[in-house]
């Protein structure tokens, strides 16, 4: 029995009917992977998040406030020549430690001695005349009780006693002039410190009005450090330098940034400045060892004050809110993290004393921009819990 043939229309339907069908079977598998997919039953806890910890301490914390400050020698001295002359011998080298009245350098002393010699014999010529002046004066007094000469030959005598007797006085000046130009020509240290280096060598002539000098002669120890602080620090300046204990100041290598130096607050300027609104003030340091040179720029850290059992932890665990408000994350026993609200009391560059804490707890000072309150943290093993 023969089949009737399909029509070309029943066969487009039946295609079509079967592509629905696929369609609709792929649409079911896919919604069936992807609800099996966000099942909460299989969904994986996110991993702990990777942080440090600074432990807060209580102890007791010195206020300072730190500001650039330039060394300066208390007495730094251009040794010149004070009459001219050539120089005809140096008994220092460049960088000696010298004292005070130490012998430097030698002028030539031959012109000066010279005239020396010249106002003493002057002197020695007056002095001669003088005596037979005097024993004629004594002759004429005796001549004159018994009327033998005039009253006038008298008074001339006296008088020509009296003008050599000023002519020595002049001779003795003439003579200690040249003998003060004479140790003109032996150069001494007008101070203790340390030879410069030279402008002039041997041979050279010098003169008294020489600007440059020989060389500078500079106090090295004790040093001064000058620096700047705001007017709104002047009355703590004030009544530091008004305590009895003077107030503890550290020069700080702006290099290496390590402490080279202690010293004490010495006075500060009796004016605050106009341009700036800044005053000065100056710190002295014992410099024994050479630590401070003339010149150098330091950082200068000054001690203010005293927080006795402040809590202490390191700068990096702060972060800033809303209003730039300070908060905390802290450690919870569950290895969670909660947000603590903080104040800060004082802040330099090691550490930070904050209040809203208590002594022992474990903050996190690294990691916090992947925190939020109850996320799960660890500590790597090579990471070790930070001490201030």
């Known amino acids: 029995m023969q089949l009737p043939p399909i029509s070309t229309r029943s066969r487009r339907a039946a295609l079509a009917s079967s592509a629905l069908a696929l369609i609709l079977l792929g649409t079911l598998g896919l919604l069936q992977r992807s609800q099996s997919s966000h099942s909460p039953a299989t969904a994986a806890p996110p991993p702990p998040v990777p ?7 209580a102890r007791d914390v010195p206020r300072q406030v730190e500001s650039v400050g330039t060394v300066r020698s208390l007495r730094d001295v251009v040794v010149r020549a004070q009459i001219d002359g050539h120089l005809t011998r140096l008994y220092v080298v460049e960088g000696q430690q010298v004292t005070k009245g130490e012998l430097l350098a030698s002028l030539d002393d031959r012109p000066i001695q010279a005239a020396l010699n010249q ?8 002095q001669a005349q003088l005596r037979i002046a005097e024993l004629d004066l004594k002759r004429y007094k005796t001549l004159m009780g018994e009327d ?3 009253r006038q030959t008298l008074d001339r005598q006296l008088a020509l006693v009296e003008q050599l007797r000023a002519t020595a006085q002049g001779n003795r000046a003439a003579i200690a002039a040249e003998e003060v130009r004479l140790s003109y020509t032996r150069i001494r240290s007008p101070i203790s410190g340390r030879v410069g280096l030279r402008n002039v060598d041997e041979g050279n002539l010098v003169r008294m009005n020489d600007t440059e000098g020989l060389f500078t002669v500079t106090q090295i120890a004790p040093i001064t450090v000058e620096f700047a602080m705001p007017q709104s620090a002047l009355p703590v300046l004030q009544s530091l330098i008004r305590a009895g204990t003077p107030a503890a100041v550290q020069a700080i290598s702006r290099e290496a940034g390590t402490s080279v130096a202690q010293g004490r607050l010495l ?3 009796s004016r605050v400045g106009t341009s ?3 005053v000065r003030v100056k710190a002295e340091f014992d410099n024994s060892a050479g630590q401070l040179w003339p010149g150098q720029f330091v950082t200068v850290r000054l001690q203010t004050g005293l927080l006795h059992d402040a809590l202490v932890s390191t700068p990096a665990v702060l972060r800033y809110g809303e209003q730039d408000k300070p ?4 450690l919870k026993p569950d290895s969670t993290v909660e947000i603590i609200p903080v104040n800060v009391l004082y802040q330099d560059r090691q550490q930070v004393v904050i209040d809203g804490v208590t002594a022992g707890d474990q903050l996190i000072s690294d990691g916090q921009s992947r925190l939020r309150p109850g996320v799960r943290v660890t500590v790597p093993p090579a990471t070790t819990k930070a001490r201030i």
Not at 119 to 126: P, Q, S
């Open 119 to 126: 106002a003493r014999a002057t002197l020695e010529m007056t």
């Open 267 to 269: 006075v500060i300027d």
């Open 148 to 150: 033998a000469i005039p």
């Open 51 to 57: 942080v440090r910890l600074s432990r807060v301490e």
């Open 327 to 330: 908060y905390v994350f802290r």
């Open 276 to 278: 700036n609104g800044a």
